[in-house]
Structures are given as structure tokens and as C-alpha cells.
């Protein structure tokens, strides 16, 4: 069974950035970040597809966040700058993906997650 460990959370203003990392205990074909505020869905942000290293943003972060993969380290890194309050929840790195897309439903392989925190 693959394991996933987040890092890189914290707290920050609207326009700051912060880095999450997501190191896998073995390689994926497809690793994605999700996040989930209080009282809301798990939602996806990015995926990315480690074969083509084709990656894929959620509309509400295009631009903004950039996802990257080490090889050899099995890690997938999130770079997200200008955040912004709405940005706030925890962030789920997942793999084992059936399809890889941005629904939760796809993944049957999470990390902990991470708390990222952005105040106004």
C-alpha cells in the first residue's frame, strides 16, 4: 500500500505563497492535491499525470498554483501564490487514481493532509 505525507502548510495573508510537498512511500502514474474547507465538499486543485507530466488546475487556481514532480524522489511539490482567503482548508495530496481527473471519487489513496490557513 502506497503512503502519502503532506507538508508544507501554514498560515498566511491574502497574496502570500506557501509550497506543499507530497512525498510517496513508491512511484505513481498520477498524483493529485485536493482541499476541503469547513462544511464542504473535498474539491480538486490540481492533478498531476506522471507519465506525460502533463499537469491539470482547477479553474479557481489557473494561474496561480503550479504543480512540479521530483523523480527519483517520489514527491510532487504545489506551489501557491496569491493566495487568497477563499484558498483556506485542509490540502489533501491523493494517488491510486482509477482515472486521472480531479474528482475525489477517482482516488483511493490519501495523505493526512495539511492545513493551510489565508486571513485577509
Known amino acids: 500500500q502506497v503512503r502519502l505525507v503532506e507538508s508544507g502548510g501554514g498560515s498566511v495573508q491574502a497574496g502570500g505563497s506557501l509550497r506543499l510537498s507530497c512525498v510517496a512511500s513508491?512511484?505513481?502514474?498520477?498524483m493529485a492535491w485536493f482541499r476541503q474547507a469547513p462544511g464542504k465538499e473535498r474539491e480538486g486543485v490540481a492533478r498531476?499525470?506522471?507519465?506525460?507530466?502533463?499537469?491539470y488546475y482547477a479553474s479557481d487556481v489557473k494561474g496561480r498554483f503550479t504543480l512540479s514532480h521530483e523523480y527519483g524522489k517520489n514527491t510532487v511539490y504545489l506551489q501557491m501564490n496569491n493566495l487568497k482567503p477563499e484558498d483556506t482548508g485542509i490540502y489533501y495530496c491523493?494517488?491510486?487514481?482509477?482515472?486521472?481527473?480531479?474528482?475525489?471519487?477517482?482516488?483511493?489513496?490519501w495523505g493526512q493532509g495539511t492545513q493551510v490557513t489565508v486571513s485577509s
Open positions: 513508491r512511484s505513481s502514474s498520477c
Open positions: 498531476l499525470d506522471i507519465d506525460t507530466n502533463t499537469p
Open positions: 491523493a494517488s491510486g487514481a482509477t482515472v486521472c481527473g480531479l474528482s475525489h471519487r477517482f482516488y483511493n489513496i
